[in-house]
């Protein structure tokens, strides 16, 4: 497992700059097609392209924003994406997998501090996640690992409204200490809107082991997960308003549908450039007891 990670990771550095940006030459003017233009500045922009203009000494574009024309520069100009490439989160909710693909696309990520992610797509329908917990306080061998594979179709494009609905499939392995294995089977489906998405999973626990001895140090608790447990879960992902960059993001777990109190609810906010996100939020436990959940993704170009 540890070298599936590595290899991901030495992947990850190879993969080409600025994967689904484009570059000024290729801009199409139309009313239909909206970009987002990120200045050197910082300052982002969301427009229409009316000229591409072309000189000796300058080449820059001509656009049509919420405030009026305006006209930028080459120089000036750090990243241009469609507006619809620009959120580049939208595989998963917080932890929970949309059925939307990584795609082109590419992250690494730091979860609750301790959880160290990588993901990466594979074509428009393969998508590869591994992680592991890398605590200083914590033995080697009782670290946790995990990796998820999921395939990816876009199954509906409806007509009358801008959505799409996409179809998923999957399983992921995970290792609580080197010695308890846990594997899930999931199918999911995600109905992707122009401001939200709307995720929903239904998973399986297979495997032979039932009983878990969770070790930390010298310390072990007992946990009972049966073969056999269909579990479900529902995610959101919406945007506020016209803000490119701040969301509301929300789960909910249940992973035994026999028992209620076996659920997870999950609420919080996310802030995301297509360089950088960072979740903020809480979850709720049915006991009852809440914690918070965070986390810091960067996607490189």
């Known amino acids: 497992m540890r070298k599936i990670i590595v290899m991901l990771l030495l992947l990850i550095g190879f993969l080409p700059a600025f994967a689904g940006a484009i570059h000024i030459e290729n801009l199409m003017p139309s009313e239909d097609i909206e970009y987002v233009f990120r200045l050197t500045n910082g300052d982002v922009l969301t ?6 203009i072309s ?8 656009l049509k924003t919420m405030i009026g024309n305006a006209i930028i520069y080459e120089n000036e100009i750090a990243e241009i994406r469609l507006r619809e490439d620009y959120y580049r989160h939208s595989s998963r909710v917080y932890l929970l997998p949309t059925a939307l693909p990584i795609a082109d ?20 329908y393969v998508s590869v996640t591994v992680g592991r917990t890398i605590l200083p306080i914590v ?14 179709y876009h199954a509906v494009r409806f007509e009358d409204i801008p959505a799409d609905l ?8 995970a290792f609580l200490n080197d010695d308890n294995r846990l594997v899930h089977y999931y199918v999911n489906s995600t109905y992707l809107g122009d401001k939200s998405s709307v995720t929903a ?16 140090k010298n310390e072990f608790t007992p946990v009972i997960y049966p073969d056999g447990t269909f579990g479900i879960g529902l995610g959101l992902d919406t945007k506020f308003s016209d803000r490119n960059d701040l969301r509301f993001i929300g789960e909910v777990w249940n992973s035994d549908v026999n028992k209620p109190t076996s659920s997870l609810i999950m ?15 809480l979850a709720f436990f049915m006991e ?12 490189p170009m």
């Not at 696309?105 to 428009?124: P, S």
């Open 288 to 299: 009852p007891m809440a914690v918070p959940f965070f986390s810091f993704v960067w996607t």
């Open 201 to 216: 999973t239904v998973f399986y626990k297979a495997g032979s082991q039932e009983y878990f001895l969770f070790h930390y």
């Open 166 to 173: 996409y179809i998923g499939f999957g399983g992921n392995l």
């Open 139 to 152: 033995y080697p061998d009782q670290q946790i690992t995990l990796a998820n594979i999921k395939g990816s």
């Open 105 to 124: 696309d590419h992250y690494l990520g730091n979860f609750e501090l301790g959880l160290f992610m990588a993901g990466v797509g594979i074509t428009k």
């Open 267 to 281: 609420l919080g906010l996310r802030l995301a450039g297509t360089k950088f996100s960072a979740d903020f939020g």
């Open 47 to 52: 427009a229409t392209v009316l000229e591409v």
């Open 55 to 62: 000189g000796e000494e300058k080449t820059g574009v001509k």
